[in-house]
């Protein structure tokens, strides 16, 4: 990839709670995307700068002048504060400046700077401008007149070592009076865990585990409460550790811990909401049901825990919970187990998910959620187990019949994006993850896919943002920052990079404390360790991951870029053919993988790309 290097001021912005904006506006959340857009596009053409990306919410724009991109952002924050359709709607826009040198590459810019960029962003509160102290000094050069800027202190932004110089620009005729600059997250932290199953029947597990899925869901979008992803919080169920020291671990304020006994579709469901500080219990709760009043009890412990931990619920939070569920008791009791199944990455686990998600949509032909479940199961079948005309075909099919029940659906969208980029229909896949992250800003998921898929087509410097943005959804996703991590490296960005991978590893090294068998973890944090210079213990993590699960196709491939870092090139193509043999034919992660340079040229690695091509030509 060419790149050339060039001084440039760059700006991000996005939109202060633009989850509760979709929660609250459903349908006219489009809409008011596409006015928040305007204006911004009209800023940039005004002021001759550059759209260089937009997901979601967020714009990334560049100027060859500061004054340039600081007129544009008085000109976008004077335009939300007058427009009476922004303030009626409850539009807030945060912006961040900074100018610096970057890579200019064929999909725009990237680097260190645009990194720091990014960061100054997420810093600022909705209506506010906040730019770098590089940027100011422009600023001073340029002499732009009537540009007023205060002071704000020295700040250490995220995975920067060295503290910024930020300024707050005052823009007349709109507010100045913001809080510090965000930092830090302010927010009360959460972990559910599993409930913990007192059945004589082993496999009514799921039960507990789907009443702590769906509560994170829902907890996640109540205003002022960071609930700690599925994964992080799954991992310490089997640890079996107190409330304080679960705490102390996840870096969280308070813990929710419960137990289910199902005995002849009788419910009994405890629940404990424990103070993870002093050990107090903040509220309990004891439900006796039937089966069918599930869904009930989960929005009334939802309801229960944002008074105790004093977040204020919004109506429709609970709307959106209940509009994503049946309303079929045996339909949704089936859909927990598919998904206990397909959160098992294996061969049988997919088996039995698919056959848990058709029970489901026995009990209930619109379940939306189940379609997209078994959409998922045939994608994965046809990446990692049979890539055959006939599978991809079903996932197509499942895939059509989720958006067809409910268009509105993230879930399905996302769906629908994994198989439209498998057929290598990259610009449809893209327009469907656009849409996901759209409707759910809070979707994990949407954007993890939409940044796979951004690799595989090479557009390298967006996929590392979306990486990075899926990451600040699930800040203790070790995957995200690993992925985000090596496409920054890719592009150049070494130091970032390596900053982002002490990060990852740590957070990977976390989880395997509490999950010794994970062989993803074990092999993404070998992969982490052989760029900070840990040989022997990537290699130790590594042969531990082949020892416990030799066929897995991801995990030969990964195994096989592990090695090729380490100079091992034959044990590297041995498990990239065995990879292939195994299932794993995605030939964009062959053609774009930095990891595999050392061997790109050997002749098997040849024959291999070109047995791919020849696979894709005639399937």
């Known amino acids: 990839m060419k790149t050339a290097q060039h001084i440039t001021t760059f700006v991000f912005s996005?939109?202060?709670?633009?989850?509760?904006?979709?929660?609250?506006?459903?349908?006219?959340?489009?809409?008011?995307?596409?006015?928040?857009?305007?204006?911004?596009?009209?800023?940039?053409?005004?002021?001759?700068?550059?759209?260089i990306d937009t997901a979601g919410d967020g714009f990334f724009m560049t100027f060859d002048r500061a004054s340039q991109a600081v007129a544009a952002a008085e000109s976008i924050q004077r335009a939300f504060h007058t427009q009476p359709w922004a303030s009626e709607m409850g539009l807030k826009v945060r912006m961040g400046i900074h100018t610096g040198l970057a890579l200019a590459t064929a999909g725009g810019f990237t680097?260190?700077?645009?990194?720091?960029?990014?960061?100054?962003?997420?810093?600022?509160?909705?209506?506010?401008?906040?730019?770098?102290?590089?940027?100011?000094?422009?600023?001073?050069?340029?002499?732009?007149?009537?540009?007023?800027?205060?002071p704000l202190g020295a700040f250490v932004l995220k995975d920067f070592a060295d503290p910024v110089e930020l300024f707050?620009?005052?823009?007349?005729?709109?507010?100045?009076?913001?809080?510090?600059?965000?930092?830090?997250?302010?927010?009360?932290?959460?972990a559910v865990i599993p409930f913990t199953n007192l059945s004589n029947r082993k496999e009514h597990e799921y039960i507990g585990d789907g009443m702590a899925e769906e509560l994170i869901i829902a907890l996640g979008k109540v205003r002022g409460l960071r609930v700690v992803s599925r994964s992080t919080a799954f991992a310490v169920k089997k640890g079996g550790l107190p409330a304080q020291e679960i705490g102390r671990k996840l870096h969280v304020n308070s813990v929710l811990e419960g137990r289910v006994r199902a005995i002849n579709g009788h419910m009994r469901i405890s629940v404990e909401l424990v103070d993870a500080e002093s050990g107090l219990n903040l509220w309990s709760g004891q439900y006796d049901s039937a089966e069918e009043d599930l869904l009930r009890i989960q929005e009334e412990i939802t309801r229960q825990v944002s008074e105790s931990m004093d977040c204020k619920l919004q109506p429709?939070?609970?709307?959106?919970?209940?509009?994503?569920?049946?309303?079929?008791?045996?339909?949704?009791?089936?859909?927990?187990?598919?998904?206990?199944?397909?959160?098992?990455?294996?061969?049988?686990?997919?088996?039995?998910?698919?056959?848990?998600?058709?029970?489901?949509?026995?009990?209930?032909?619109?379940?939306?959620?189940?379609y997209a479940g078994m959409a998922d199961c045939y994608s994965y079948q046809y990446q990692h187990i049979e890539r055959s005309p006939e599978v991809i075909d079903r996932a197509d099919e499942m895939s059509r019949k989720s958006i067809e029940r409910d268009p509105t659906l993230a879930e399905a969208r996302v769906s629908r994006g994994i198989v439209l980029s498998l057929r290598l229909q990259y610009e449809q896949a893209e327009q469907s993850f656009l849409y996901a992250i759209e409707r759910d800003p809070t979707l994990f998921l949407g954007w993890f896919h939409y940044g796979r898929t951004c690799f595989i087509m090479g557009k390298l410097d967006k996929a590392a943002r979306l990486f990075e943005q899926a990451n600040r959804v699930e800040p203790e996703d070790y995957q995200?920052?690993?992925l985000a991590a090596q496409t920054y490296a890719d592009l150049g960005s070494t130091e970032l990079a390596r900053a982002l991978r002490r990060r990852g590893a740590a957070i990977a090294e976390r989880f395997l404390e509490?999950?010794?068998?994970?062989?993803?973890?074990?092999?993404?944090?070998?992969?982490?360790?052989?760029?900070?210079?840990?040989?022997?213990?990537?290699?130790?993590?590594?042969?531990?991951?082949?020892?416990?699960?030799?066929?897995?196709?991801?995990?030969?491939?990964?195994?096989?870029?592990?090695?090729?870092?380490?100079?091992?090139?034959?044990?590297?193509?041995?498990?990239?053919?065995?990879?292939?043999?195994?299932?794993?034919?995605?030939?964009?992660?062959?053609?774009?993988d930095s990891n595999l340079d050392s061997i790109r040229d050997e002749a098997r690695f040849q024959q291999l790309l070109r047995q791919m091509t020849e696979e894709q030509e005639t399937g």
Not at 141 to 147: A, F, V, Y
Not at 184 to 189: A, G, S
């Open 111 to 150: 680097g260190v700077e645009v990194h720091r960029a990014s960061r100054i962003c997420n810093a600022a509160h909705g209506g506010q401008v906040l730019l770098s102290s590089a940027t100011r000094e422009c600023l001073e050069e340029e002499k732009l007149p009537g540009t007023a800027v205060s």
């Open 480 to 482: 995200s920052i690993l």
């Open 316 to 370: 429709e939070q609970l709307d959106s919970l209940q509009h994503r569920q049946t309303h079929n008791a045996e339909a949704y009791d089936f859909y927990l187990r598919g998904r206990r199944f397909y959160a098992q990455f294996s061969t049988r686990g997919i088996e039995l998910a698919l056959r848990m998600f058709e029970r489901a949509i026995e009990a209930d032909p619109d379940y939306a959620l189940a």
């Open 14 to 51: 996005d939109i202060e709670h633009s989850t509760r904006l979709a929660q609250r506006l459903r349908d006219a959340y489009p809409e008011l995307l596409e006015r928040h857009r305007s204006v911004i596009r009209d800023a940039i053409r005004r002021y001759e700068g550059r759209e």
């Open 168 to 190: 707050q620009l005052n823009i007349s005729g709109v507010p100045q009076a913001f809080p510090q600059p965000r930092i830090e997250p302010d927010e009360k932290r959460l």
């Open 514 to 592: 509490f999950n010794p068998g994970d062989t993803r973890a074990l092999y993404m944090a070998a992969n982490a360790l052989v760029f900070l210079d840990q040989r022997e213990k990537s290699l130790r993590l590594l042969q531990r991951a082949l020892s416990l699960d030799p066929g897995d196709s991801m995990l030969l491939y990964n195994a096989g870029c592990i090695y090729a870092l380490l100079g091992m090139k034959e044990e590297a193509l041995n498990c990239l053919e065995a990879s292939y043999r195994a299932g794993l034919t995605l030939k964009g992660w062959y053609e774009n």
